[in-house]
T-cell receptor, first 113, second 113 residues
């Protein structure tokens, strides 16, 4: 158990819809990262927050957004969903952002029908 | 542009022997490297890491070697156990990149009894 909690574990929805994925980091961790794992792309970095502030962005689509709340949990919002958004979405957390291992949750599997 | 490559999709090793997993990278700015293990339906589990100022790091049965001139790192598992059967990912990051992890495509390790 990494201590990182992601909900829900599975999400099935239709094209055009909007969903919110939630992540609670390990106790004491200030940094939260979001990654997408699709079959053909492997694990790809989406976005990082540190203590409530956006720190870095990867190839995150404009239809996707995230935030980190004062209690340090984070949410990833995906809107106008397309079939290609079907993937595993992982959240990770670390104590700080510098040369510290990231610890991953078990992911949310998003299926777009 | 795949900056982190694991050229062996799979590896089969006999129980008790040494498992050696390899990883190559192209970005000379990477300064922190990690290995993760992943079981099906779970998130990646952190195994071991190494900073670019070192060339070796050990933790129990796991040792990571870093050859900066060759831009190559390897993970040695000795002795290999059946529970080590999983997909192994190497990952790399830079301080300038705000520690976002760039992952290889993974190597599936199978330990045979």
């Amino acid at each position: 158990d990494s201590g990182v909690t992601q909900t829900p574990k599975h999400l099935i929805t239709a094209t055009g819809q909007r969903v919110t994925l939630r992540c609670s980091p390990r106790s004491g961790d200030l940094s939260v990262y979001w990654y997408q794992q699709s079959l053909d792309q492997g694990l790809q970095f989406l976005i990082q927050y540190y203590n409530g502030e956006e720190r870095a962005k990867g190839n995150i689509l404009e239809r996707f957004s995230a935030q980190q709340f004062p209690d340090l949990h984070s949410e990833l919002n995906l809107s106008s969903l397309e079939l290609g958004d079907s993937a595993l979405y992982f959240c990770a957390s670390s104590v700080t952002g510098t040369n510290q291992p990231q610890h991953f949750g078990d992911g949310t599997r998003l299926s777009i029908l | 542009d795949q900056q982190v490559k694991q050229n062996s999709p799979s590896l089969s090793v006999q129980e008790g022997r040494i498992s050696i997993l390899n990883c190559d990278y192209t970005n000379s700015m990477f300064d922190y490297f990690l290995w993760y293990k992943k079981y099906p339906a779970e998130g990646p589990t952190f195994l071991i890491s190494i900073s670019s100022i070192k060339d070796k790091n050990e933790d129990g049965r796991f040792t990571v070697f870093l050859n900066k001139s060759a831009k190559h790192l390897s993970l040695h598992i000795v002795p290999s156990q059946p529970g080590d059967s999983a997909v192994y990912f190497c990952a790399a990051s830079t301080i300038q990149g705000a520690q976002k992890l760039v992952f290889g495509q993974g190597t599936r390790l199978t330990i045979n009894p």
